[in-house]
């Protein structure tokens, strides 16, 4: 069974950029707001940024002005652009429907350093 895949963490200093990556199935992406979530160590997994079909973007106040949101509906695509990065966004970051998660993919780990 396909399932959601992202890609893109790693390690990068305070104040750098990067971009974090999701594919899945069509039966995911098709007609529902996507999302990416994070989840910080012995934090519960909260949510970072979301985006409907069309496009229209809804940010958490700790990550408003640095990070965009985007998505490819043809190729079940969905972006991260993360800028200024500070060491709080340390976190495995998630992609799924919103507000309806379901089945999680592996997650990417991103971590920046001070």
């Known amino acids: 069974q396909i399932q959601l895949s992202e890609w893109g963490g790693g390690l990068v200093q305070s104040g750098e950029r990067r971009r974090l990556g999701c594919i899945g199935p069509r039966s995911t992406f098709s007609g529902n707001i996507m999302a990416w979530y994070r989840q910080a160590p012995a934090k519960q997994r909260e949510l970072v940024a979301h985006?409907?079909?069309?496009?229209?973007?809804f940010y958490a106040d700790f990550v408003k002005g640095r990070f965009d949101i985007s998505r490819d509906n043809f190729q079940n695509n969905l972006y991260l652009d993360m800028s200024d990065l500070k060491p709080d966004d340390t976190a495995v970051y998630y992609c799924?429907?919103?507000?309806?998660?379901?089945?999680w993919g592996p997650g990417t780990q991103l971590t920046v350093s001070s």
């Open positions: 985006i409907t079909v069309d496009h229209k973007t």
């Open positions: 799924n429907k919103w507000p309806d998660p379901g089945d």
